[in-house]
């Protein structure tokens, strides 16, 4: 399936969910529903607004950073769509940096659209989309693309969201981890 922005893609909302309208460059039609409640979004696009330029650029970069650990198109698709709801429609989330901890001899610098890898200090590790590599508040973006993270007691994340971290906290994917048995939306 091959989609072009222009071709009538359009934001909207389909039981109490962001959702896109997408055509497919052979005409066909689906409706696309992101994970994000409305009351969850902190910019709510109005109805039919275009998935624009920018939307498409994000969605590109998603895409060539998950296509490298997702082989299957149809799920990379569902975490790119929800990695751009997420970096352009969800309020940001505190810095919780303090939550993680640097991996040895860390010197990657994380890029727009990898697929990389926290490590809790709970020794727990999630892997996560970077939507920004380094924001206005100098901190990382990163979209969860585990089912859940738990990093304590009374913590958690859920597959989809936010999470913002001192960029030194993010390491390349799997590099900590021996294992390399994992799985995405």
């Given at each position: 399936m091959v989609i072009t922005p222009e071709l009538g893609c359009t934001w909207t909302y389909k039981d109490?969910?962001?959702?896109?309208?997408?055509?497919?460059?052979?005409?066909k039609s689906y409706l696309f529903k992101t994970h994000y409640n409305v009351d969850q979004l902190?910019?709510?696009?109005?109805?039919?607004?275009?998935?624009?330029?920018?939307?498409?650029?994000?969605?590109?970069?998603?895409?060539?950073?998950?296509?490298?650990?997702?082989?299957?198109?149809?799920?990379?698709?569902?975490?790119?769509?929800?990695g751009v709801a997420c970096q352009r429609f969800t309020k940001p989330t505190f810095d919780t940096s303090k939550y993680f901890m640097a991996y040895?001899?860390?010197?990657?610098?994380?890029?727009?659209?990898?697929?990389?890898?926290?490590?809790?200090?709970?020794?727990?590790?999630?892997?996560?989309?970077?939507?920004?590599?380094?924001?206005?508040?100098?901190?990382?973006?990163?979209?969860?693309?585990?089912?859940d993270f738990v990093i304590d007691k009374n913590r958690g994340y859920l597959l989809g969201m936010m999470i913002r971290v001192k960029p030194e906290l993010v390491c390349m994917f799997r590099s900590g981890i021996q294992r390399n048995r994992y799985s995405y939306a």
């Open positions: 109490g969910k962001l959702s896109i309208n997408l055509t497919s460059d052979e005409g902190y910019v709510r696009p109005e109805i039919n607004a275009p998935f624009c330029v920018e939307d498409a650029n994000l969605l590109g970069d998603y895409l060539r950073g998950l296509g490298e650990v997702v082989k299957d198109e149809g799920s990379a698709l569902d975490l790119g769509l929800n040895a001899n860390n010197d990657y610098v994380p890029q727009l659209g990898d697929v990389v890898t926290l490590y809790a200090v709970s020794n727990e590790a999630g892997d996560c989309l970077v939507l920004d590599p380094c924001d206005k508040d100098g901190l990382a973006r990163l979209m969860l693309l585990n089912q």
